[in-house]
């Protein structure tokens, strides 16, 4: 974030003039939200005609809502409560009447989106008749048009109300009764035609849209539909995220809100988890296919000529993925943090004011990390980005440098570490594949997740030949003398620069007078080694 890096793909006129007919950006839109195209265009149709009050936001937060009570039902999504009994013997009973409270914000929601001219629907009174010409596929549960599916949501809802009130009569809920009770509700939202939200990273076109003119020009600056795809995927994931993370704290600033803040909690942690593997775990497979499907279409004769061209697209890709592979990292490091976060569970019988606190100060930290994902996104491909254009947010601009200084000061603590125990090392027992020399394959993941991307966002003048004596450590099947020292020298350089970095950044006016929490990067420290 010192200056600005060289956009990847060039000027946004040529890759855009040379994109194939589909395009990934809008098919994230369309694909994922699970919808037959007759569905979809149904759906479009009666959002465009909904004539109420903040529709956008009761649609989305009733998506959302639906997808924490999904997520709700595994007990590693639920707010931590210190409790390490098995589940057996645990009373679920504050978890029942979370989901309770859930539900009813659901159907009021339903009710807003129907509007006043609703017509009540009443439980069939009698049961189909088994004789009919009609097929029965044909006499689908939940009507064919987005009105009559609301419909049919919110009176399953409602009925979901009234069992788990009947339910909390109880004094005792088994883990086993509270699965069943929840899961009949992920079945009934399942079932919905048209508003199904139980996928993970899935996306709508009504409330998903990027209305960032910097990241779409981002996005759509990106050659070849894997790149692009992926790069969409990732700002579309973080942006989503950010979205939900506004909508958990606005819920947990209202002592009423706190279950909704409970289960938008347990949905955040779903999708920062999926998000982070496929950006650490299948997009590197993904550029690395798409690449060797280009390259086998190169006619032999026309290799030598074309040369040029595919080395700067193999550079291009090598830069996207390590701001994909960073990303990653980053949000598996915040989904971490999320787990082992002290928010009070609901059967810790905290106060308000403590839980508020607890899940605002858990929203501060992801909101800056998915900040951060967005800006490294839009800053590699375009070269430059104001955080404070980009979200509207005063204070972006400022977490943005202190979050460059916390990981330039976290990447040099890593360094210097290497450094250390690689001086140390018996070089002379080259056979040696056990723990002593261990801290070499960690720290070539820490340098693939954190480094690499540090060594291009700081402008690194020696990033090429940094990478290739760290690279010089995978190629050999024992640890070379030779490679190792090489690796030694041009880290502890990378060390230096970055404590410049840290020193540099320091100094800039919206952190002239913040000392560094040394504290805070410690814990992000652990929250990315894993320990």
């Not at 700002?235 to 606005?250: H, K, M």
């Not at 000061?409 to 090392?425: E, H, L, N, Y």
Request: hydrophobic share 45%; with cysteine.
């Amino acid at each position: 974030m010192t200056g600005s890096n060289p956009p990847l793909a060039g000027g946004r006129a040529e890759p855009v003039a040379s994109r194939r007919v589909r395009d990934p950006y809008a098919d994230l839109l369309r694909d994922t939200r699970g919808l037959r195209r007759e569905h979809a265009a149904a759906r479009d149709a009666w959002y465009a005609g909904l004539a109420v009050e903040r529709k956008e936001e009761s649609l989305f937060e009733l998506e959302m809502l639906l997808k924490g009570v999904a997520a709700w039902v595994n007990t590693r999504n639920h707010a931590s409560a210190g409790s390490h009994d098995p589940l057996y013997v645990r009373n679920f009973r504050p978890h029942l009447a979370v989901a309770r409270a859930v539900l009813l914000r659901c159907v009021a929601l339903c009710d807003h989106l129907l509007g006043p001219q609703r017509a009540s629907q009443a439980v069939a009174r009698s049961l189909p008749s088994g004789f009919t010409e009609e097929p029965r596929g044909d006499r689908a549960e939940g009507a064919e048009t987005p009105e009559g599916a609301l419909a049919t949501l919110r009176q399953a809802l409602s009925m979901a109300v009234e069992l788990l009130t009947g339910m909390l009569k109880v004094d005792h809920i088994s883990y086993r009764l509270f699965y069943a009770a929840i899961a009949g509700v992920q079945r009934e939202v399942s079932r919905n035609s048209f508003f199904n939200p139980l996928f993970t990273l899935e996306f709508r076109p009504e409330f998903d849209r990027v209305r960032v003119p910097d990241v779409l020009d981002a996005i759509l600056s990106v050659d070849g539909e894997t790149a692009h795809r992926l790069v969409a995927l990732t700002c579309l994931g973080a942006l989503r995220l950010l979205r939900v993370t506004a909508l958990l704290q606005a819920s947990a600033a209202d002592p009423s809100g706190i279950p909704r803040a409970w289960v938008l909690l347990a949905a955040v942690r779903v999708e920062a988890r999926a998000l982070a593997t496929v950006l650490r775990h299948r997009a590197p497979t993904m550029l690395a296919d798409a690449l060797e499907r280009d390259l086998m279409r190169v006619p032999a004769n026309d290799v030598r000529g074309r040369y040029e061209h595919v080395a700067r697209d193999c550079e291009r890709l090598l830069r996207l993925r390590a701001v994909l592979l960073s990303a990653g990292e980053s949000l598996r490091a915040e989904a971490r943090r999320l787990t082992e976060v002290r928010v009070p569970g609901c059967d810790a019988m905290a106060p308000p004011r403590e839980v508020t606190a607890a899940i605002e100060t858990a929203c501060g930290k992801l909101r800056d990390a998915l900040q951060g994902v967005v800006l490294q996104v839009t800053r590699t491909l375009r070269g430059a980005a104001d955080p404070e254009r980009i979200f509207g947010d005063r204070g972006a601009r400022r977490a943005a440098s202190e979050r460059l200084r916390h990981t330039a000061w976290m990447f040099t603590v890593v360094t210097r570490a290497f450094v250390t125990r690689a001086r140390a090392a018996n070089a002379d027992d080259r056979w040696s594949v056990g723990p002593e020399f261990a801290f070499v394959n960690d720290y070539l993941g820490y340098f693939r997740y954190i480094g690499l991307t540090l060594s291009i966002e700081t402008e690194y003048a020696h990033a090429e030949r940094l990478t290739q004596a760290i690279a010089g450590l995978t190629e050999c099947d024992w640890i070379d003398p030779t490679r190792l020292e090489a690796a030694v020298v041009e880290s502890e350089a990378f060390a230096a620069h970055l404590h410049e970095v840290v020193e540099r950044t320091g100094r800039r006016e919206d952190l002239r007078a913040v000392p560094l929490d040394k504290a805070a990067a410690g814990e992000t420290l652990r929250m990315h080694l894993g320990v």
